[in-house]
Nanobody, 114 residues
Framework: VQLVESGGGLVQPGGSLRLSCAAT????????MGWYRQRPGKERELVAV???????NYADSVKGRFSISEDNAKNTVSLQMNSLKPEDTAVYYC?????????WGQGTQVIVSS
């Protein structure tokens, strides 16, 4: 399974970005897909995950601002990020867990700065 990420970039505080991640190379549906991030000088942390069936979990720091959604038929998840803050600056990594594998994307940079 390979993960193809898109949507990072530079945005001003208060702005929005949408990240997408597509899992390719399998006909099976994922068990869990989500986004993690690694801020400068910090360890990688969970941002948001969604399970097959639609249940979600969010980090407290992004609740109410970020929203994760899925297209299970396409093994794709998206992360809508609103009201971005400078502390959201990080490399964002997609993760996908299938019954047979646990895969990571290469990461996409998000910079929130004026």
């Amino acid at each position: 399974v390979q993960l193809v990420e898109s949507g990072g970039g530079l945005v001003q505080p208060g702005g929005s970005l949408r990240l997408s991640c597509a899992a390719t190379g399998t006909i099976f549906s994922f068990n869990v897909m989500g986004w993690y991030r690694q801020r400068p000088g910090k360890e990688r942390e969970l941002v948001a995950v969604i399970r097959n069936g639609g249940s979600t979990n969010y980090a407290d720091s992004v609740k109410g601002r970020f929203s994760i959604s899925e297209d299970n038929a396409k093994n794709t998840v998206s992360l809508q990020m609103n009201s971005l803050k400078p502390e959201d600056t990080a490399v964002y990594y997609c993760n996908a867990i299938f019954s047979f594998s646990n895969s990571w994307g290469q990461g996409t940079q998000v910079i929130v700065s004026s």
